[in-house]
């Protein structure tokens, strides 16, 4: 069955530093990636995705994340956190062919960044 | 694109009452997914269709839960009779033929 780890329930990081949220996922074969972020009293927002290519994605609000195929990982990173990045981070996989089947999505990550 | 609307963005009801939250998916997206979300269990898949029709309801918890698509741009989620736990937050996601999913701002759903 696939699934999506995201060991750490909360991350907390100063303003100006490098964040990092971790995702691993159980899948066969290659599948497509995806990192959501959510802010309060709204949905999920799409941040980017890993299809094929570069291992290394970037996608909005500066945020990036490397796929490693040997370990499983698909991190989110962020060189500088802004305040404004505090927000709940999902990871979610599909298996390919995917067709339209769901996301699996992991529980979540809450960042909170301080001043 | 005014993205996916969902309505009403709160509700309050009294345990016993029929909620029916509802759903205007983005134009053109064939996909449509209904996902509940709370402190307990985080973000659960309830029911999805492709091109209207149901694909897999293994997520709706009860037989008090019943989703519809009548068609292309519109889709309901009923419950009937709530209870208190189903109180969480509802959302709609459609996809893109780019395989992200489009979120809702999500219901409010609180059953007292």
């Known amino acids: 069955a696939q699934s999506v780890a995201q060991p750490e329930d909360q991350v907390n990081v100063a303003e100006g530093n490098p964040l990092t949220v971790k995702c691993t996922y159980s899948?066969?074969?290659?599948?497509?990636l995806f990192w959501y972020v959510q802010y309060p009293n709204r949905g999920l927002q799409f941040l980017l995705k890993?299809?094929?290519?570069?291992?290394l994605v970037k996608g909005s609000y500066g945020f990036e994340a490397e796929f490693n195929k040997s370990q499983t990982s698909f991190h989110l990173k962020k060189p500088s956190a802004l305040v404004s990045d505090s927000a709940l981070y999902f990871c979610?996989?599909?298996?390919?062919?995917?067709?339209?089947?769901?996301?699996?999505f992991g529980k979540g990550t809450r960042l909170s960044v301080i001043a | 694109d005014a993205g996916v609307i969902q309505s009403p963005r709160h509700e309050v009801t009294e345990m016993g009452q029929e909620v029916t939250l509802r759903c205007k998916p983005i134009?053109?997206?064939?996909?449509l997914f209904w996902y509940r979300q709370t402190m307990m269990r985080g973000l659960e898949l309830l029911i999805y269709?492709?091109?209207?029709?149901?694909?897999?309801d293994s997520g709706m918890p009860e037989d008090r839960f019943s989703a519809k698509m009548p068609n292309a741009s519109f889709s309901t989620l009923k419950i009937q009779p709530s209870e208190p736990r189903d109180s969480a937050v509802y959302f709609c996601?459609?996809?893109?033929?780019?395989?992200?999913?489009?979120f809702g701002n999500g219901t409010r759903l609180t059953v007292t």
């Open positions: 899948v066969s074969g290659n599948p497509y």
């Open positions: 996601a459609t996809q893109s033929l780019e395989q992200h999913l489009h």
């Open positions: 979610a996989v599909r298996p390919r062919p995917s067709g339209n089947t769901p996301l699996v």
């Open positions: 269709f492709n091109n209207n029709v149901p694909i897999d």
């Open positions: 134009s053109g997206h064939n996909s």
């Open positions: 890993y299809i094929t290519g570069d291992n």
